[in-house]
């Protein structure tokens, strides 16, 4: 097999969970073959370069091996190399107290933490 469409190599080798995904993510132009805007029947060859932002996450991978069935994650990592630069570390980064979403308002006890540690509103 010379070539495939793009949306069932990115199903195949695992970077989106489903096919109709993968086509959504090259018809909202979130999928680039060799730095152009791929639609889901763009054909992708041995030695392309695809950039996918799938999953909040920019992945950018060279082709290997051109498959069109799904297949085992271990196979399919063999049929591509992946460049994605590594995610910035967050251990440097400042922790902020966080409330969970639908927590509703904070209480007089969270209210109190939040002023000793600083966070809770700015002087005026």
């Not at 010379?2 to 080798?13: E, G, K, N, Q």
Request: include cysteine; charged fraction near 30%; glycine fraction near 6%.
């Amino acid at each position: 097999m010379d070539a495939t469409r793009v949306d069932r190599w990115l199903w195949s080798v695992r970077l989106v969970k489903t096919r109709a995904e993968a086509a959504t993510a090259c018809r909202g132009g979130h999928v680039r073959i060799n730095d152009r805007p791929a639609k889901p029947s763009a054909p992708v060859r041995v030695g392309d370069r695809v950039r996918a932002h799938v999953h909040d996450r920019s992945r950018i991978v060279e082709v290997t091996k051109v498959i069109e069935k799904r297949v085992g994650a271990p196979v399919a990592q063999e049929c591509y190399v992946d460049h994605t630069p590594p995610e910035p570390s967050t251990a440097g980064m400042p922790v902020f107290a966080r409330r969970d979403r639908g927590a509703g308002r904070p209480t007089k006890r969270d209210r109190r933490i939040l002023d000793q540690l600083g966070l809770s509103r700015p002087s005026s």
